[in-house]
């Protein structure tokens, strides 16, 4: 067949055409898109097609050695970033194999071809022609068809995203692919183990380019453990799985944490002695790579295990999370009692003044003596130290029970747990608690003024006197509202202190045993808060509920100084008669009579119409926020606030009382909403 | 599951669009063949063949046009060749279209989609089609040197003839199909014994199985060591459904998580299809073993690797060890580090009753409770009753009394048994088969709180106690077991509670016996109560001494025995299962009749609880006096007390009411003896199909004659 060019100048060609260089015949076809003989050159169409099928190879090299050389010589080093510079290398390396494969081709090249002729040549084995190459070029031919599949996929990624793309393509069958992959995937990940293990050892974020799966934001030290650290998913390789990346995170975060805000060094042996143990059980192969899942695993395992008891044993030794805990609870959650009533007691007077003539200055004082006067005196100066007066911002007609609360101050690196949001809900409960205290103190108070003054009532209720009588209606109209109250009071205050608090707090305690991490820690801590909040009906859901509890607040302080006016009144009186009465025995010994009458009716008529009406008042008013207030309880889904309203209306008397009022509406409210 | 296709325009651009165009540009200076002499022709035949071989359309050997999207493409000779020489080049055609079709196949089954098991193939036919090219090459030497003539190619092509025809009728079964997974490898399995008779295709084609299984074996290998299955193209043989979760165990009656997580997929490799059900239980034992957070890796001798392909016995060995190692590993976790049996034995010590004091506490506190109508109930108050009782009896020392919870239910036992019943699905009344019986049962449980008859019943009908089962125990004891324990817990206690009542109706007679009532209607009442007592103790002693703790025991036993998981399962169903039946909970005439029985006791229970107060009203004070005198006037009081008595009731106790009384009880007493005499009657009947019923016919019968 007549051809223009010899076989041998074609393989010549052929071989300079798989590693992307142009020949005399076969040059690159943009057209086309491949290397193709000329078209002006006179060829059999069998040497023009097998050429094309050949340089295919040489077409795929093209595209990736341009990738290697765009992202290694001319593009930024941002731009692809240690994992790409892992990458291209890898590829270059591979390449270099194929380098040697085409310079061992390139020897054959010059044997000639032996044609149509019965002379052997010595050397006539070696010679090249388009099939031999044919079956040189079929193996390249498969792994530069990978290397440009993944050129293709890996453009557009960076770091992680590169060895998870890698990673994908490692699902195949292909024995051949699969060894070529992971062999690949070996050289493109030692950048991101690297960063692993600086991470996890040392804490330090070596990532210039933004590849790590772990992302460090600059920021201040007390937000260092919530803010600090994010992990990037979208850097985060397939292979690694998503538990694994956040313990790592975790782990790194931890030694930060520690060398930062606690200042401490303790982690460095801690994750020395990490490695020293995977390294003992790893029986020597320790090193981290690609296809080691195991060996990163029992690593970051390790290293997490110990760096993380580190932590939580210095939080709980050093900053004695524990105590502060305790402390928090029973001086702003009022554990702590005889504190507690000492400071109402002393402060009480001072806090019914205006607010703005308030002095924070005395009110510490105040609250000193009571930490000397009680039990608090006995704990750590430390804790004491950190217990605060706060005043809050006041409006006008403010008492200073409004504005009156007590801080804690929760000093680094603890303020990571009892952060300000942390320390507001805090202070929310303590406010919502200090209320209930002041209440059932006040009614307290009411019943102390009550009980040296039954006499009164007993004293007027032996006469049939008209007057008196009347009197003893509104006292005892007094007793059993103020009975009542605090009946109610008391079932509110027990639920908060012991199904609450205290439940709560038992919980709490038991998940501090088990928190392995500082993770976990905030975790059970902010349970602990929510659930508070949650069940002392301080929630979102409750705020109805709790507007009617402060309204019923406000009503009994009402009583309160209704009772009083009352009873001063009727003490009055008394010292009155009792006057009177001597006046009397003496008047008897000296034989009058005169002015008996007068000086024992001076509690006047119609200030017991007034009080009367004003209690009735307050009595209706009463009943019906608590039932409204009852009628309300089920609507919350919480199952403790149920407990509740069995303790409220334990004998049933608010349900009969409220079926024998027959309201329609609310009954089929309360029925309905029993599950 | 993700889509990565090659992105190489290279390949189909030069596979289709430039060959035609190329051919169109370079056909016309293609001179005939038959103008040159023979050894010419000759010459560029060889030439052309050798192309044509690697899939290149020659001068005077071309595809048939039209015909490449067929996967036969199909060639044909210039025909003006010698025709001697062109007879031989026709020979050889098939190989190269053999060829053609085995290189498409490969080139095209390299893609991610067709799965592993297709990739493995494609790479084994590339290394022969590598052979093939050197083979080639090697032709193409001896035809430079000019050692090469047709008749020498023919000759040397021989044995490749073989092996392409050989491969391209495997390939183009697969192309039909389009197979992938395990069907591929029945394919090639089945073509390999197709072939017995040619040693070497068949030698070829089971090397090739291997090749191709090898991937299909290591997700096999992950299965059966670790309880994992990495599929990402889902040809293995066990399906994993991810959408189920082991928490629903606790909910979903049917247990679909242990039964369907995993199954089996229609095409099982034909030398594993033996062993499937037993890769399918090991590696679910594994996965719940690795589910309950033990890791565990079984390591297999290593001796395996060189065994010879196709035979499955080296696999067969190995999946044995990880069967065995995996069930007895799972049992070992559940019934020792999760304490089966301690959990089944708190199990029962609720559902079956066997500590009484618990039960008798909460009875007696949430009597009150239990009375209401079953819709008034507070849930959260009987729970704390229920914790109550638990924690001040011996229960306490359970140390998982707090997983007990109770419950109540939308409507009577009977009635939701009864409407399983009429809606009658199943031969519940001859077979007694708990399965289908069960299964309606649920199936109404829903649709029966709607119905208007039940809003009235009470609590004490439709409480019913329930069990939360943590992770892996739940595998035993399901949402089905725990019904079951449900049903017999109610029976139980439905029990329970009228013999209580007949108890106190006891206590109430108790108070008269200073009075004379030799000859009134008291005594009758008296002779009553015992037999229902007697009634009512004889059913509960056959219930729990006669079905549930010989049950028990033998349960226990074979399950100290029982060897894998699903045997332990097995056990516990089949124990239930037989609680239920001889319990007569499954034979709804019966069941019907005792609830008559019941219905009669309780309706003389609150009769005489409401007549019997009243004549004996005056008691409490004349006590009182009574009380007060001294010893040695004692017995002369009693005899002047009850002289009294008796006076007092002559007063209270007035003819009518006497007569009231009388005839009511007078009823009742035959309702009583006549549904007795039914119900032995009834288990009688039913005691051929279960023998244990003759014992309590007996026992019951016994009291029947005794009237």
């Known amino acids: 067949v007549e051809s223009e060019v010899t076989e041998a100048a074609l393989v010549r060609d052929v071989v300079y055409a798989c590693q992307g260089i142009d020949g005399r015949y076969v040059k690159f076809d943009s057209d086309q898109d491949g290397y193709v003989i000329d078209a002006n050159v006179k060829v059999p169409r069998t040497t023009r097609v097998l050429v094309r099928r050949l340089c295919e190879v040489g077409w795929l090299f093209r595209r990736v050695r341009n990738h290697i050389s765009e992202s290694l010589e001319d593009g930024p080093l941002e731009a692809i970033g240690t994992v790409g510079q892992a990458f291209c290398a890898a590829l270059q390396e591979e390449l270099g194999d194929y380098y040697r494969l085409m310079a061992v081709l390139e020897t054959q090249v010059y044997?000639?071809?032996?044609?149509?002729?019965?002379?052997?040549?010595?050397?006539?084995?070696?010679?090249?022609?388009?099939?031999?190459?044919?079956?040189?070029?079929?193996?390249?031919?498969?792994?530069?068809?990978?290397?440009?599949?993944?050129?293709?996929?890996?453009?557009?990624?960076?770091?992680?995203?590169?060895?998870?793309?890698?990673?994908?393509?490692?699902?195949?069958?292909?024995?051949?692919?699969?060894?070529?992959?992971?062999?690949?995937?070996?050289?493109?990940?030692?950048?991101?183990?690297?960063?692993?293990?600086?991470?996890?050892?040392?804490?330090?974020?070596?990532?210039?380019?933004?590849?790590?799966?772990v992302g460090a934001q600059p920021v201040k030290a007390e937000a260092l453990w919530r803010q600090g650290y994010q992990l990037q998913t979208s850097m985060l390789p397939s292979f690694i799985p998503e538990p694994l990346a956040k313990r790592i995170l975790r782990t790194g975060k931890s030694i930060n944490f520690l060398r930062v805000c606690c200042e401490d060094q303790g982690w460095a042996k801690a994750a020395a002695a990490a490695v020293a143990t995977v390294r003992a059980s790893a029986n020597g192969r320790g090193g981290l790579g690609y296809g080691e899942t195991e060996a990163l695993e029992s690593l970051v395992a390790e290293a997490a295990g110990r760096i993380d008891r580190h932590l939580i044993q210095i939080v709980y030794n050093r900053y004695k999370f524990r105590d502060q805990c305790l402390a928090i609870k029973r001086y702003l959650l009022l554990g702590q009692g005889d504190f507690i009533q000492y400071l109402m007691d002393l402060v009480g007077s001072e806090l019914s003044l205006p607010a703005n003539t308030l002095s924070a200055f005395k009110l510490s004082g105040t609250l000193e003596s009571a930490i000397r006067a009680s039990n608090a005196q006995y704990d750590d100066s430390d804790i004491l130290d950190r217990l605060r007066v706060k005043m809050m911002p006041h409006s006008d007609g403010d008492r200073g029970w409004d504005v009156f609360s007590l801080q804690y101050d929760a000093r680094e690196p603890l303020t990571t747990v009892f952060t300000e949001d942390v320390m507001a809900i805090y202070l929310r409960i303590f406010n919502f608690l200090w209320r209930l205290k002041r209440v059932e103190h006040a009614l307290s108070a009411t019943w102390q003024t009550m009980k040296p003054n039954c006499s009164v009532g007993r004293a007027s209720a032996i006469k049939g006197d008209g007057v008196k009588s009347e009197l003893t209606v509104v006292l005892r109209r007094c007793q059993t509202l103020r009975n009542e109250m605090n009946h109610f009071v008391t079932n509110l205050q027990y639920y908060i202190m012991f199904e609450v608090l205290e439940f709560s707090w038992a919980n709490f305690l038991a998940e501090m045993e088990v928190a392995h991490d500082l993770d976990e820690l905030i975790a059970a801590h902010e349970k602990y808060l929510s659930s508070i909040v949650e069940k002392a009906l301080l929630g979102e859901r409750s705020q109805l509920l709790c507007k009617t509890l402060f309204s019923l607040f406000d009503l009994i302080l009402r009583f309160r100084g209704l009772a009083d006016r009352l009873f001063e009144n009727a003490r009055e009186t008394e010292a009155r008669n009792q006057n009177a009465a001597r006046q009397r025995s003496k008047d008897l010994h000296s034989g009058s009579f005169s002015g008996r009458k007068s000086s024992m009716s001076s509690l006047s008529g119609d200030f017991l119409t007034s009080i009367s009406e004003e209690m009735d008042a307050v009595a209706v008013e009463y009943s019906s926020l608590l039932e409204g207030f009852i009628a309300q309880l089920p609507a919350q889904q919480h199952v403790d606030l149920k407990f509740l309203s069995f303790r409220l209306d334990f004998s049933e008397f608010y349900t009969r009382q409220h079926m024998s009022m027959s309201t329609t509406p609310l009954k089929f409210k309360r029925t309905s909403l029993r599950i | 599951q993700q889509e990565i296709v090659l992105p190489t325009p290279y390949v189909s651009l030069s596979r289709k669009a430039t060959l035609d165009r190329e051919l169109a540009s370079n056909g016309e200076n293609v001179r005939s063949l038959g103008a040159y002499s023979p050894a010419v022709q000759e010459l560029l035949a060889i030439d052309d063949l050798l192309y044509m071989m690697v899939g290149i359309e020659g001068n005077y050997i071309r595809l048939r046009r039209g015909r490449l999207k067929e996967n036969s493409p199909s060639l044909f000779v210039d025909p003006t060749m010698d025709s001697s020489i062109q007879e031989l080049a026709k020979r050889l055609l098939p190989l190269c279209e053999n060829y053609l079709i085995v290189s498409q196949f490969a080139e095209s089954r390299s893609h991610f989609r067709h799965g592993l098991v297709n990739h493995a193939f494609a790479a084994a036919l590339r290394a022969i089609l590598q052979d093939y090219h050197a083979m080639i090459a090697q032709l193409e030497h001896q035809f430079r040197l000019t050692r090469l003539s047709l008749q020498g190619l023919w000759f040397f092509c021989q044995p490749m003839m073989g092996v392409m025809s050989a491969l391209s009728a495997v390939v183009q079964k697969a192309n039909v199909k389009n197979i992938s997974g395990a069907a591929m490898l029945n394919l090639l399995q089945s073509q390999a014994t197709a072939m017995a008779g040619d040693s070497s295709a068949r030698a070829l084609l089971q090397k090739l199985t291997q090749a191709a299984s090898a991937p299909y074996f290591g997700i096999l290998e992950r299965w059966i060591s670790e309880g994992v299955i990495d599929d990402p193209y889902g040809e293995f043989l066990i399906d994993?459904?991810?959408?189920?979760?082991?928490?629903?165990?606790?909910?979903?009656?049917?247990?679909?998580?242990?039964?369907?997580?995993?199954?089996?997929?229609?095409?099982?490799?034909?030398?594993?299809?033996?062993?499937?059900?037993?890769?399918?239980?090991?590696?679910?034992?594994?996965?719940?073993?690795?589910?309950?957070?033990?890791?565990?890796?079984?390591?297999?001798?290593?001796?395996?690797?060189?065994?010879?392909?196709?035979?499955?016995?080296?696999?067969?060995?190995?999946?044995?060890?990880?069967?065995?190692?995996?069930?007895?590993?799972?049992?070992?976790?559940?019934?020792?580090?999760?304490?089966?049996?301690?959990?089944?034995?708190?199990?029962?010590?609720?559902?079956?009753?066997?500590?009484?004091?618990?039960?008798?506490?909460?009875?007696?506190?949430?009597?009150?409770?239990?009375?209401?109508?079953?819709?008034?109930?507070?849930?959260?108050?009987?729970?704390?009753?229920?914790?109550?009782?638990?924690?001040?009896?011996?229960?306490?020392?359970?140390?998982?009394?707090?997983?007990?919870?109770?419950?109540?239910?939308?409507?009577?036992?009977?009635?939701?048994?009864?409407?399983?019943?009429?809606?009658?699905?199943?031969?519940?009344?001859?077979?007694?088969?708990?399965?289908?019986?069960?299964?309606?049962?649920?199936?109404?449980?829903?649709?029966?709180?709607?119905?208007?008859?039940?809003?009235?019943?009470?609590?004490?009908?439709?409480?019913?106690?329930?069990?939360?089962?943590?992770?892996?125990?739940?595998?035993?004891?399901?949402?089905?077991?725990?019904?079951?324990?449900?049903?017999?817990?109610?029976?139980?206690?439905?029990?329970?509670?009228?013999?209580?009542?007949?108890?106190?109706?006891?206590?109430?007679?108790?108070?008269?016996?200073?009075?004379?009532?030799?000859?009134?209607?008291?005594?009758?009442?008296?002779?009553?109560?015992?037999?229902?007592?007697?009634?009512?103790?004889?059913?509960?002693?056959?219930?729990?001494?006669?079905?549930?703790?010989?049950?028990?025991?033998?349960?226990?036993?074979?399950?100290?025995?029982?060897?894998?998981?699903?045997?332990?399962?097995?056990?516990?169903?089949?124990?239930?299962?037989?609680?239920?039946?001889?319990?007569?909970?499954?034979?709804?005439?019966?069941?019907?009749?005792?609830?008559?029985?019941?219905?009669?006791?309780?309706?003389?229970?609150?009769?005489?609880?409401?007549?019997?107060?009243?004549?004996?009203?005056?008691?409490?004070?004349?006590?009182?006096?009574?009380?007060?005198?001294?010893?040695?006037?004692?017995?002369?009081?009693?005899?002047?007390?009850?002289?009294?008595?008796?006076?007092?009731?002559?007063?209270?106790?007035?003819?009518?009411?006497?007569?009231?009384?009388?005839?009511?009880?007078?009823?009742?007493?035959?309702?009583?003896?006549?549904?007795?005499?039914?119900?032995?009657?009834?288990?009688?009947?039913?005691?051929?199909?279960?023998?244990?019923?003759?014992?309590?016919?007996?026992?019951?019968?016994?009291?029947?004659t005794l009237v």
Not at chain 2, 477 to 500: C, N
Not at chain 2, 670 to 690: N, R
């Open chain 1, 111 to 213: 044997h000639p071809i032996p044609f149509m002729s019965g002379s052997v040549t010595n050397n006539g084995g070696n010679y090249l022609s388009l099939r031999r190459l044919a079956v040189w070029l079929a193996e390249p031919l498969t792994r530069m068809r990978l290397m440009a599949v993944l050129v293709d996929d890996c453009k557009t990624l960076r770091g992680g995203a590169v060895a998870g793309a890698i990673h994908m393509h490692l699902q195949h069958g292909d024995p051949l692919v699969r060894s070529f992959l992971k062999r690949l995937l070996r050289r493109v990940c030692a950048p991101i183990y690297e960063m692993i293990r600086r991470w996890v050892l040392e804490g330090e974020v070596d990532d210039l380019y933004g590849e790590f799966f």
């Open chain 2, 240 to 704: 994993e459904n991810k959408a189920l979760q082991k928490e629903s165990l606790s909910q979903d009656y049917h247990a679909t998580y242990w039964h369907q997580r995993y199954s089996l997929r229609q095409d099982v490799p034909g030398f594993l299809s033996g062993l499937a059900e037993n890769i399918l239980t090991a590696g679910k034992y594994l996965n719940a073993v690795r589910e309950c957070g033990h890791s565990i890796k079984i390591q297999f001798p290593d001796d395996t690797q060189s065994a010879d392909a196709g035979s499955s016995r080296p696999y067969m060995e190995r999946i044995n060890i990880a069967y065995s190692h995996a069930s007895s590993e799972l049992l070992n976790v559940i019934l020792n580090k999760f304490d089966l049996m301690g959990r089944l034995r708190s199990v029962k010590h609720y559902f079956f009753m066997d500590q009484g004091d618990f039960l008798v506490h909460f009875m007696d506190i949430a009597k009150d409770e239990l009375m209401k109508r079953s819709s008034t109930i507070v849930m959260e108050k009987l729970q704390s009753l229920l914790e109550l009782a638990l924690r001040t009896s011996v229960s306490a020392s359970d140390p998982y009394h707090d997983d007990l919870t109770c419950n109540v239910e939308k409507s009577a036992l009977l009635t939701q048994l009864q409407s399983t019943v009429t809606t009658g699905i199943g031969s519940i009344e001859t077979g007694g088969n708990p399965e289908s019986f069960l299964a309606n049962l649920s199936l109404n449980g829903s649709g029966l709180g709607t119905q208007s008859g039940t809003s009235n019943i009470t609590g004490i009908e439709t409480f019913t106690l329930d069990y939360k089962v943590p992770w892996p125990l739940s595998l035993v004891i399901s949402r089905k077991a725990l019904t079951k324990y449900q049903l017999i817990f109610r029976h139980l206690f439905h029990f329970k509670h009228v013999e209580r009542q007949l108890c106190m109706t006891w206590q109430a007679h108790q108070a008269t016996r200073r009075l004379s009532f030799v000859g009134t209607a008291i005594s009758r009442s008296y002779v009553l109560c015992q037999k229902m007592l007697h009634f009512m103790q004889s059913m509960e002693h056959y219930l729990t001494f006669e079905v549930l703790e010989p049950n028990w025991h033998s349960m226990e036993t074979s399950m100290q025995n029982s060897k894998s998981i699903d045997e332990v399962i097995q056990q516990h169903d089949k124990f239930l299962d037989k609680c239920l039946k001889e319990c007569m909970l499954l034979w709804p005439q019966i069941l019907k009749k005792l609830e008559a029985l019941k219905a009669t006791c309780q309706q003389y229970a609150t009769t005489t609880q409401w007549l019997i107060p009243s004549l004996n009203s005056p008691d409490n004070q004349s006590s009182s006096d009574y009380r007060g005198q001294s010893n040695d006037y004692a017995v002369r009081a009693t005899v002047r007390t009850r002289l009294r008595f008796k006076q007092l009731s002559l007063r209270n106790w007035k003819a009518d009411d006497e007569r009231n009384f009388k005839s009511t009880l007078g009823r009742i007493d035959d309702e009583f003896k006549a549904e007795l005499k039914e119900l032995i009657f009834l288990l009688i009947s039913h005691s051929q199909t279960e023998p244990c019923f003759a014992h309590l016919a007996q026992a019951l019968q016994g009291e029947d």
